[in-house]
C-alpha cells in the first residue's frame, strides 16, 4: 500500500497522513510540483536515492504527463 494521493500536488514530501515515509523520502526535501512528481516518476531510486519505492519508473513521457494531469484532479 502506498501513501495517499489526494492533494499531493503542492505538498512536501512525506507529509501524507497514514504512511511510513523512508527515512531518505523525509530528507528529500521535494515539494511535489508537476515538474518533480515527473522527475520522481521517471526513474524513482535515481530521484530519492535509498527511497523504499518498488518501482522502477515510467519511460513513456505521455504516459508521465496522463498520471501527473491525473494527480492534480485529487483535491
Given at each position: ?27 528529500s526535501g521535494i515539494t511535489w510540483s508537476p515538474d518533480k512528481i515527473d522527475t520522481y516518476i521517471t526513474l524513482p531510486k535515481k530521484a530519492v ?27
Amino acid at each position: 500500500k502506498g501513501p495517499p494521493l489526494f492533494g499531493v500536488v503542492g505538498r512536501a514530501a512525506a507529509t501524507g497522513p497514514d504512511f511510513v515515509y523512508s527515512d531518505a523520502m523525509k530528507a528529500s526535501g521535494i515539494t511535489w510540483s508537476p515538474d518533480k512528481i515527473d522527475t520522481y516518476i521517471t526513474l524513482p531510486k535515481k530521484a530519492v536515492p535509498g527511497g523504499k519505492m518498488k518501482y522502477d519508473g515510467l519511460a513513456d513521457a505521455a504516459a508521465r504527463a496522463d498520471v501527473i494531469a491525473y494527480l492534480q484532479t485529487l483535491k
